[in-house]
């Protein structure tokens, strides 16, 4: 036997071919036996022996040919990996030279999707935190937000009447809690300036309800939620911070509000979602107050017990409630019940317009990358001859496509990571400013799902813009390239793509565009609505009289009259009033108002209450429709007697006078209903903001109904702006303990208009972004055409075509790009504008007008942008272009 051939082993190694690990390893084994059978026969071994031998030493053939086997398998892939990654490295590193080349090119495609991606990655945050994130509580899944309602028409349904509350909290057996809540307003003292702050009366079972381990200390009990118990209070923990500089040793320490009292029991979480107030004390429901099934005054969420599904847990509610309805007949509506999962009760309002802006921004991040895709099929054309180049040398159609992608993933990945400024630049300012008034917005961050969102983006966009030109760079006529350069009859095909994308960028402007026109047409519209008063040169200030210093409500009349008479001694003041609740900023007390002699079947209209000063009309200068106002005569032993708008005027007495007649809102059947006669009629006004629609109204004078917390409203002779001061120092000669938050009735019209006139800002924003990447499509296709041309232009101009024609010829290329894409975007505008109808307040969604302007502004833009490119087309000496190859 001859020397053994060791051809297996460095051809296995050096991987001349693809390699085949079974042959190798029965090759190799074939090697190692023979290797020893040969030394056998050389130590005078007979073959057979030799061979007998080396099997006897060898060992188990089969299991060590079936080790071999994994192992050189597990050495293969390790060595594909590493042959793999040694590629993607070499790929890389070609990919950052060829960027680094062309570095304007670079600069522009990550900034731009910087941009993009950032505003996407900043509202997805918010998307994410808003409506994806759970509520924080600690069963946020067996929570309802549970309202009344009214008839079969009503959607929104009404907060809860005591009463009610009561009776489900007893009969209700499907329920762990009912948690029930109303807002309240103290003066707070002994902790820097008096204020005012806001707070949340809550039942001990709220805690139950909505349970979030406290911040520090504890939360109040049972013990602490009746009528005579200590007083205590829960901090919330921004007041916490802000007003005690986090002082952990508030626990058990007393604060005053309203100059009594309250001893601190703990910090809630900072996780508690708005509604945010300063803080929780118990509602301490009096056994009076049980008995009242006529005024809604408590929002309700309620806890499913552990087991027992919504829907039966609404029916048996359901049912409670149509039993109140035969027992109370007068006071309840047998409307059922509105149980609405408290995430969406609380995210609800604002869903569509995050969506709306997620869709916006995601619309100019698609602008974007077309507008990238188009640069690269310029820069393909150029890159022709060295893409040939490759080809020859052996690069195959894919290994083109792939280094060609990387490089777009790469300019995909530089943009992302920079577009992590952008995104957080863009959350600061809505947390801050917070101008939607989103709930849970303060809770957006730049965390792992948005860190994620963003990547997938990068990666989704890399391959969407880069992917169309790597597939048409690959396809070469590779001797017609080489030999001709940039002239190839793929030439035409690519041009027609950079059209057909231009057409893309200027379709989604358009949609963007006149989602924005309308949203700005209807914030305009919005503004010029009359509020049914004189909201010019009004001041409103708020009054809170604390019951610990005035314990009667006649101190309490007293004082607020003595600060009435001395702010209206103020030099420019003409004229002052007090309301319990100022139109626009909040609408008042509803309850069900009925004629007198009325019947059930006639039915009852909920009106807001509101309680005023004779003067509260004179100041806000809203007309008297018929009858008088209040006066002097009107005292607490006079009759009692109301104002009440047209609206519920119609309502209640149809075209019969309403002076002189009687209303209430005790129910028919009461023995004793406190009466209200009708004096007078007003004009209609827009109570709850200028987008919201008119409502009953019933106004009561404040001789018959005392009130502690009641606005001022002074009007002034002179710019309102310049009396704070005064107003303020004639308030604190009666009382200067009493702070007083002012405020000018146009802020509080501005507060009102904040929510819709951002979005159209922003809206617009996003819109103009979107046009001016499409008008640089449009100049980069018509620039690239013109260069194409060149020889073209030259000769015609050389046969004696004028500057003139030259000029028109270029510039219809443009307007035809521009033409189409219009056509396109208006028939998709009308498709899409639709779920804009929420946001839209006296415009369609298909407005004529916002349609015809945004055509008009899109087609003058691309005509400008053709423009540049013909004119220097129009310059071409004819000479030179002839000239050039």
Sequence with gaps: MGAVDPTPAWRRYLRFWQSNPRADVAEELRFHLESAIAEYVAGGMSLDAARAEAMRRFGDVDAITITLHALSHQQERTMEWRDRLETLRSDVRFALRQLRKSPAFTLVAVLTLALGIGANSAIFSIVYSVLLAPLPYAHADRLLDVRERHDARDTDGMVVTFGNYGAWRERVKSFDAFGAYSFGGFTLTGAGDPRQIQVLRVTAD?????????????????????????????????????????DSSIVDRSITLSGEPYTVLGVASAEYPPPRRAGWIPLRITSSQLLEHADHELGVVGLVRDGITTERAVAELTQVETDLAKMYPNSNFDGGIIATPLRDS?????????LILLGAVGLVLLIACVNIANLLLARAAVRRKEIAVRSALGASRSRIIVQLLIESLLLAFGGAIVSFAVAAAGMRFLVRHNPLGVPRLQDAAINGPVLAFAIVLALVCGIGFGLLPAVRASRLDLQQTLRDGMRSDATTLRNRLRATLVVAQISLAMVLLIGAGLLVRSAILLQRVDPGFDSHNLLTAGINLPDARYRSDTAAAERLNEILSAVSSVPGVASAAYVSLMPIAASGSDCNWRREGSTEQDGAFNANGRVATPSYFETLRIPLLRGRMFGSADGSDAPRVGAINRRLAHKLFGDEDPIGRRITCAPVTSTKPTWVTVVGVTRDLHARGLADEIRDEVYMPATQNSRRDMTLVVRGSVPVSTLAPAIRRAVSVQDPLLPVPMMTMDEVIDRSL??????????????????????????????????????????????????GRVIGMVVRQGVMLAAIGIAIGSVVSLLVTGMLGQLLFGVTARDPLTFVVVAVVIAVVSLAASFLPARRAAHIDPLEALRTP
């Design 206 to 246: 709220y805690w139950k309800a909505l349970y979030i381990p406290p911040a520090i200390g504890h939360y109040f009990g049972n013990a602490d939620d009746v009528p005579g118990a200590p007083n205590v209070i829960v901090l919330a923990h921004d007041f916490w911070w802000s007003t005690f500089n986090g």
């Design 346 to 354: 609380v995210v609800g309002p604002v869903q569509s317009l995050l």
């Design 754 to 803: 904040a929510t819709p006139k951002f979005t159209s800002q922003l809206l617009s924003a996003l819109g103009a972004l979107g046009l001016v990447l499409a008008v640089i499509g449009i100049y980069g296709v018509i620039a690239y055409f013109v260069a194409q041309r060149t020889n073209e232009i030259g000769i015609r101009m050389a046969l004696g075509a004028d500057t």
